[in-house]
């Protein structure tokens, strides 16, 4: 098939777009052209490279038609974040496009009432999670949504992927504490204690980023399963504050050290920034179920939480992006 991908050499369009050329098919990736791939590979010299400003070209609705005069059979679109884009590019494929696939993210829930979470909790008698509490969520939540009605009605085929916190070699990954900090790694590789805010039993869940292709992929894949469905991708497993620690610390030969504290203590220990997505991420208590996913398209992923954190951490050290007194044992 010709396949556009929609913000294809970002996190998971790096690794998807290989995926999809290995595959046989015929791909373009539309990206801003600001940057490379997270993957150097071979298969990249047979992708067709379109630049074009999304953010722009939607504000002068000339996007739109951009997708459309390349005659994909699928387009997959990594890079939506508001309905308003969504509901555009729906409007003009509609008719003229096989199957519109839209990254989502599990952001689309809020604070966890029932684990695992499942996909369609915003419509059962008993939600497993409140409603999303920031506009990056809400966004996320009505795009499904969108994208389901409009299949429904018998309009464009469509399927909405929602990765948990996507994991990778080239960037630094959601780390024990749900932030970005750096410093946590140095701690725990220093064996030092480490401060956590809460009780440490608060759940995060990853996935890494091919595990999130392959989900794309699948869903091609199994068009007519995958039609008018949603789907959490994420690892087999969700890890607690207080495993991750632990896990951690045995890739450096230490052993966990952790002191808990109150979430006004962590606040005044680190900065601004890094408390705010340790909230963000840690208030959430996400664990996800995969059973629709794995079911439906045969989503099966191959890294485990733990596995994918530790490639990254392991990029990063070799290419002196992370500074830790102890090198991995």
Known sequence: MKIVVIGGSGHIGSFLVPRLVRAGHEVIAISRGTGKSYTDVPEWQQVRMVSADRQQEDRDGSFGDRVAKLGADVVIDLICFTLESATALVERLRGETGHLLHCGSIWRYGVSLKLPLVEGADSAPEPSAAEPVDEYGIQKRDIARMLKEETASGGLATTSIHPGHIVGPGWQPIGPLGNLDSGVWETIAAGLPLRVP???????HHVHADDVAQAFEKAILERDAAAGEDFNIVAPTALTVRGYVSIAASWFGQEPRMETVSWEEFRRSTTEESADISWAHLSRNHCMSIHK???????????????????????????????????LV
């Open 293 to 327: 996913a794995t079911s439906l398209i045969g989503y099966a992923p191959h890294y485990e939480p733990e596995q994918a954190v530790l490639e990254s951490v392991r990029w990063l050290i070799d290419n002196g992006q992370l500074n830790v007194p102890k090198l």
């Open 198 to 204: 809460g009780s440490g039993t608060e759940l995060m």
